[in-house]
């Protein structure tokens, strides 16, 4: 008896299982409700799709100086072309936008050298970053040292003035927070009661709430000699609400760290601060990562409320530009553009946080 030991080469696969036809039999066509479900939530995109795409691009209007240049019936994009520099930079004196400009010049390179694997010496530029550029920021934005000249932060908006209130909340609610959420956990009853009471009641008021009460009743806190600007009362009202949040957050993460971990580090002889920076936060924080930044991303979104204590963000400058006489009838232009600017950046954050959590594995099972 003959026994072919010649291994048969294995059929490729039907092709309607594989490319473009087996996606589609597989998540659209898979049986006849998802079938109907794909041609009639097709029908309706497609017929709504179609004429925002000739409205925002085809029959849209770029380039010009006034309202006199939009007569194609499209889009006027030619409101957010002229209006572009006031967007960006709210009032802030026209010659001393280089100052503005550095920051963003600066801001960016910092953020692309940190998420850049190649890197050297992370750690110094990440404590730079935190530590260092803020002063640098801020005495480039204000003035008054190396002879620049001092902007008041009444001249402060647009998307600057955004940029400003969300990088500040998002640096200082983190490591409030994290205070927070271990004063919750804590076994002394004074910390844990302090922590829990600020913790709920923050929580229990709307952030428009927060902003009120820190326009108008924080400056009733110090001293009469003593003025508050505006901007900072601003900031320490979403500083104290976002840090509430963040605590709970944190108060999660810290939950599902097992008990093997705590006892381990006791184990070892660490102490309460030592094990927690070294054993505990970094597990939890990378459980805590689609939370941390969801966080963040309410966060941006909400720094729109300063409008109601007086502060021109980048929404704000646009409804103010929108009442403009020569510029009437174009609110969706600039709506549209809004709503633009912030999904980028909302959706920068999201993208970074799900490359960050594939890199550090946080699913804890098979890729």
Known sequence: MIVNDNKIPDMPPPASTVGAVGWLRKNLFSSWANSILTVVVGYIVISNLIPLIDW???????????????????????????????????????????????????????????????????????????LIFPIIAFYLLYGGAFDLEVVETHKWGGLSLTLVLACVGIVASLPFGVLLA???????????????????????????????????????????????????????????????????????????????????????????????GLIILPQALKLMIPGIVNTFIALFKDTSLVLIIGLFDLLAIVQAALSDPKWLGYSVEGYVFVAFVFWIFCFSMSRYSQALERKLHTGHGAR
Do not use: H
């Open 56 to 130: 925002v691009f085809l029959t849209s209007d770029w380039l010009g100086d006034s309202r006199e240049d939009c007569t194609s019936g499209g889009a006027c994009w030619v409101f957010i072309t002229v209006r572009l520099e006031q967007f960006i930079y709210g009032f802030y004196p026209e010659s001393e936008y280089w100052r503005i400009n550095t920051i963003f010049v600066m801001l960016a390179g910092l953020i692309a050298a940190l998420i850049f694997e190649g890197t050297p010496k992370k750690g110094w530029l990440g404590a730079f970053t935190l």
């Open 182 to 276: 271990l004063g919750r956990r804590s076994n002394m009853p004074i910390v844990r009661s302090l922590s829990t009471a600020f913790i709920e009641i923050w929580r229990g008021v709307p952030l428009i709430s927060v902003l009120f009460m820190a326009s108008v009743m924080l400056p009733l806190f110090v001293s009469g000699e003593t003025s508050m600007d505006k901007l900072l009362r601003a900031l320490i009202g979403i500083t104290m609400f976002q840090s509430a949040y963040m605590a709970e957050v944190i108060r999660g993460g810290l939950q599902a760290i097992p008990k093997g971990q705590y006892e381990a580090a006791m184990a070892l002889g660490l102490n309460y601060w030592k094990s927690m």
